[in-house]
């Protein structure tokens, strides 16, 4: 079983972090979510101070991670087939600015694991400096941070080599779906749509 | 500032519930949501037997509610201008089996307030015997359940009277932008839509 290891912090954005969680699982990938906190606190704490405490993302629904960041230290992120970076601008910030992410991130992109982004979160695929030169896409709000470095694009899914980028929770079904594609395959991902009634354009 | 009741189990649809969630507080609606028990135990704890403790959700993200049902009790409910039942077959099952539940939508429904449903919540508005006669929607596998009583349709949203319902995760965009517009307004819908990078059609 293929599996799959999504971000989350302070100011997530919750439909992006949900969706993608969710139909990875109905995709047959075994999803685990790691919280990121800040560098100077060793990633281990929220603003409350709490480890194991939940995470109020950015609309403020509060999600329970299953685990903390360093608890995946001496190379058990690298166990997994996928990394999952979710928007929402103030936690893609804090993901985007810890080290052991952007390291994390090399590492993923060098093994030629998916890395995958959407929203504010391709900032992390900047901070990781991956993937350069090739396409990418992003919330339009953070495109002026981006197409220096990348062929940027409008497209609401964009797939360049092993890192998949998207645009916003209204693209998260999409590229939830292009994850699930990419580890499990075509038929896979036809199979689990249906019962989802998504939209006849994704 | 208009308010919204979303109600959550132990199985409901992440998806669903984020969502609206997400949506309805982008669409400046205050929103709470409130975990239900079965009325067996009172309303007041899930099956691990702890009160205020995150909800697992029907693919495993774990959610922590606002408030518990029972907080609500002596007309607090009634403060909102809608309610929100989300689907995942065992969540809505629990939700449609609350007698507190069913009692607080007939009472919605009554006042003229939005009861909305999605997917498999559609069953509490059946148990609440509201708009009947009127036309429904819900996910497909429990059409056979709502047929008899309503008139059934397969638009991805359906609005007869204050009744709001609602097909699945894919359509929980359009069912949230339809609550938005009833609180709101269609000018605050409009204005919410652009930076969620929507479908064309949802």
Do not use: W
Request: hydrophobic fraction near 40%.
């Amino acid at each position: 079983m293929p599996s799959a290891l999504i971000l989350i912090a302070e100011g997530t954005e919750e439909m992006e972090f949900t969706i993608a969680y969710d139909v990875l699982v109905r995709g047959g990938i075994e999803v685990k979510s790691a919280f990121v906190g800040s560098s100077e606190t060793g990633g281990t704490q929220n603003p409350h101070g709490q480890a194991n405490d939940s995470v109020t993302c950015s609309r403020g629904v509060k999600i329970v991670p299953e685990m903390r960041l360093p608890e995946l230290a001496g190379g058990k992120a690298l166990e997994y087939d996928a990394i999952v970076v979710p928007g929402g601008n103030k936690g893609a910030e804090t993901i985007s600015k810890n080290e052991d992410v952007t390291k994390l991130l090399g590492a993923f992109y060098a093994k030629g694991k998916v890395v995958a982004c959407i929203c504010a979160g391709s900032l992390a695929a900047k901070a990781a400096k991956i993937g350069k030169d090739g396409s990418i896409t992003s919330h339009p709000s953070v495109k002026g941070e981006l197409e220096q470095d990348y062929r940027y694009s409008e497209d609401r899914v964009v797939i360049s080599n092993n890192l998949i980028t998207s645009r916003g929770p209204g693209t998260a079904f999409a590229f939830s779906l292009a994850i699930v594609e990419a580890l499990q395959g075509k038929e896979k991902r036809t199979e689990i749509e249906g019962p989802m009634i998504l939209p006849p354009t994704l």
